[in-house]
């Protein structure tokens, strides 16, 4: 039987507070998990306001929503990642620069695998200075289209690449860099992702490279169009991340970036990966 949770929501479009459940809960409860996993459908972004979810907890909680992932993190437990810029903790921190622009994660696999399903982020320790997390709904950025747009969009495919996202941030790479970006493949998706459920969003994101068949600025210019009014400041939730505060979101149906902090920063957040099951279709 699924629990009832209690969820207050944040904004108009995507997110909402988690209130009443203790760290045992997410950990334990195949009930409760069982009531998130439909709330983050429903909202997109669950919060959980000090929380102090350890991490063995948070993989727990990760297991009961789907496979996670359990490569190396730079963390000595399994299933979860550092996410920080300090070198000394993550030795990858500059790969994470480009977190600080809209990205879906997922859409350059090495495999051809889908999309994560969930991200759960919980923080150790934050910043004075920056280092919020913003989301922004690409279903409620694909509904707010024009019936004619729907219709023109439907059929338009994009290349998604890691170069794509680390130019952003990277514009004038060394030849290793460009070297090393380029031995990522490539994949194609199309632009409006029909899911299981019969609901559509948007598959946007600063890895969006171009559009296939279209004229490469023309492409460009629709991918920033289309980004732009799905994140809109009306319709984002901005994360002010306060220490043991836990955040999951739809990774499907979510676009989202770390506002910049600096690098001496002692602000580390603790990520939890649900692989996905639903290719882009």
Request: charged fraction near 25%; hydrophobic fraction near 35%.
């Amino acid at each position: 039987m699924t629990a009832t949770i209690t969820c207050e929501p944040l904004t108009a479009t995507i997110g909402a507070e988690v209130r009443g459940l203790d760290a045992a809960q997410l950990a334990n409860d195949d009930a409760i998990a069982e009531a998130i996993a439909g709330a983050l459908e429903q909202y997109g972004v669950l919060v959980f306001r000090g929380l102090h979810l350890h991490p063995e907890d948070q993989v727990a909680f990760g297991r009961r929503l789907g496979e996670i992932d359990y490569e190396p993190g730079h963390h000595p437990v399994r299933g979860i990642y550092r996410v920080t810029l300090d070198k000394s903790k993550n030795a990858s921190a500059d790969y994470l620069k480009a977190t600080f622009r809209w990205h879906m994660d997922g859409c350059t696999p090495l495999n051809g695998e889908p999309p994560q399903k969930a991200t759960i982020l919980s923080a150790r320790d934050v910043a004075a200075v920056g280092g919020e997390t913003e989301f922004a709904s690409t279903y409620a950025g694909y509904e707010a289209l024009s019936d004619e747009d729907k219709q023109q969009l439907g059929s338009l495919r994009v290349v998604h690449a890691l170069e794509a996202s680390q130019r952003s941030v990277t514009p004038d790479p060394t030849p290793q860099q460009l070297e090393r970006w380029r031995n990522r493949p490539a994949s194609t998706h199309p632009l409006v992702w029909t899911h299981r459920s019969g609901r559509r969003s948007l598959v946007i994101g600063i890895h969006a490279s171009h559009v296939v068949g279209l004229d490469l600025d023309e492409g460009r210019a629709l991918l920033r169009d289309l980004l732009d009014r799905t994140t809109a400041c009306e319709r984002v939730y901005r994360h002010q991340w306060s220490v043991g505060d836990t955040v999951i979101w739809d990774n499907t149906g979510v676009v989202h970036r770390a506002a910049p902090y600096d690098a001496s920063s002692p602000r580390e957040l603790l990520r939890t990966t649900v692989f996905g099951d639903e290719p882009i279709r």
